[in-house]
């Protein structure tokens, strides 16, 4: 049985129709990739996985159970974690205060050593406010926060968008040790190197249909599916 199994998935806002019979599956351990330009569907296709987006049809089963029209919070208690674009962690608390407050409704943690020993940077500034944190920090910050529910899938919404090439570096490291530890990935990026670097499997999207679906390591060698679909 695989983690997610999704069928038919509609969702809209409003009265635009966004993804069309979107359908989709991981398997436990696997990254996999969503690729597609701007305005393409990715980033509804995480937040109706996660509850976000409320899907006007389809199903979304996760982990057996079918988990389309449930509230976020409720899809977060079974073992999701979406970690927004905009990052969204608490300026006003330190690193650390974040990441506890992140775990504390959880049925079971990482310990705050895993977390550091994952991202050392962020043990170093543990004391730091939210607001003091340079944006690759943020962005550790920001999944650290998702890590420490330990669940048994991460959502990644573009996370090294707008990041410097060493600090993307550090943080493709930082992931490919949590995959190689088994950890369950949805990865939606604009970085192909990146992206390819991480995933297993690639699913590309366009205008909200499900366009491609297949190893990354076949994607180098498609430059014309790279070319319709991505603009590369
Ligand atoms: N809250 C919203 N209300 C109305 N339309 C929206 C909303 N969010 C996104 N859209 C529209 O839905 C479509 C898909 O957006 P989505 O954010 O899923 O794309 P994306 O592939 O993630 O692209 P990007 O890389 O730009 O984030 C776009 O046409 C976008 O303008």
Redesign the pocket.
Known sequence: MSLIEVNGLNSY??D?H?LFDVAMHVERHEVVALL?R???????TLKSLMGVVTPRSGSVKFDGIDIAGRRSHRIAQAGMQLVHEERRIFGSLSVEENIVLAGFTAPKRWPLDRIYEMFPRLKERRNNRGTELSGGEQQMLAIARALVRDPKIVLLD?PFEGLAPVIVHDLVKACRELAAAGQTIVL?E?NLAATLALASRIYIINNGHIVHEGPAQELKAQPELLQRYLGV
């Open positions: 806002y409003g635009s966004i597609g701007n305005g393409a569907g990715k980033s509804t573009e939606v604009q």
